[in-house]
């Protein structure tokens, strides 16, 4: 069974830094082909794709968001660590992690997080 | 960047009806589109990758067309639970989700 789970702050200062962990079960980020994304969704807002990493250390950034966004892997712990520099209370959302799966031809996020939500104020 | 537009922005409809959204790209992405449904307070459920392939468990009134810039989910008749938001997303260059169909009980 594949399980992917969000942690970190709920709430923020602007200006600060923002860092959020997937730990996630039931697969491995060694897999060629596997890669893990991050997602945020602004409350009553569209999805917006951040960021993904995969089993090589290819890393995707969305272009609008890219000078404030590092993802990193750590293999052994089946985590994926995502860090947003500077963030504005425009940066409130809900933020998901999802893996990307190891089929071949499939570039889609198939097995998602519950979510967890970020607060950016004073 | 790649930019995505869906249409309509919602629409209204009842138990039974065929349910057709449209999903657009600023530019060719070959057959690199998929689709998510969300429902409330929930995360995004992958339906269809790659312009018309099912994902497992998804069930079969759905199905999705289309390649370079123009795609469709079809909904061959509604059931209660298709009630909710629905994203296309390109994967052709890095990712974009359009910005949603809300479905609705008419």
Redesign the interface.
């Known amino acids: 069974q594949i399980t992917l789970k969000e942690s970190g702050p709920t709430l923020v200062k602007p200006t600060q830094t923002l860092t959020l962990t997937c730990t996630f079960s039931g697969f491995s980020l060694t897999t060629a082909g596997v890669g893990v994304?991050w997602?945020r969704q602004p409350p009553g807002k569209?999805?917006?794709?951040l960021t993904?990493i995969y089993w090589d250390d290819d890393k995707?950034?969305?272009?609008?968001l890219k000078n404030r966004l590092t993802i990193t892997k750590d293999t052994s712990k089946s985590q994926v660590v995502l860090t947003m520099t500077n963030v504005d209370p425009v940066d409130t959302a809900t933020y998901?992690c999802?893996r990307v799966p190891p089929a071949y031809?499939?570039?889609?996020?198939?097995s998602?997080?519950?979510?967890t939500r970020v607060t950016v104020s004073s | 960047?790649i930019e995505m537009t869906q249409s309509p922005s919602s629409l209204s409809a009842s138990v039974g009806d065929r349910v057709t959204i449209r999903c657009r790209a600023s530019q060719t992405i070959e057959n690199?589109l998929?689709w998510?449904q969300?429902k409330p307070g929930r995360?995004?459920?992958?339906l269809i990758?790659?312009a018309s392939?099912l994902?497992s468990g998804a069930p079969s009134r759905f199905s999705g067309s289309g390649s370079q810039t123009d795609f469709t989910l079809t909904i061959s008749s509604l059931q209660p639970e298709d009630f909710a938001t629905y994203?296309c997303?390109q994967?052709h260059s890095?990712?974009?989700?359009?910005?949603?169909t809300t479905v609705d009980l008419k």
Do not use: C, M
């Not at chain 2, 890095?94 to 949603?100: D, E």
């Open positions: 994304g997602i569209a999805l917006e794709w993904v995707r950034y969305n272009p609008s998901y999802a031809g499939i570039s889609a996020f198939d998602w997080g519950q979510g | 960047d690199f998929n998510y969300q995360a995004p459920k992958l990758y790659t392939h994902e994203y997303q994967s890095s990712f974009t989700f359009g910005p949603g």
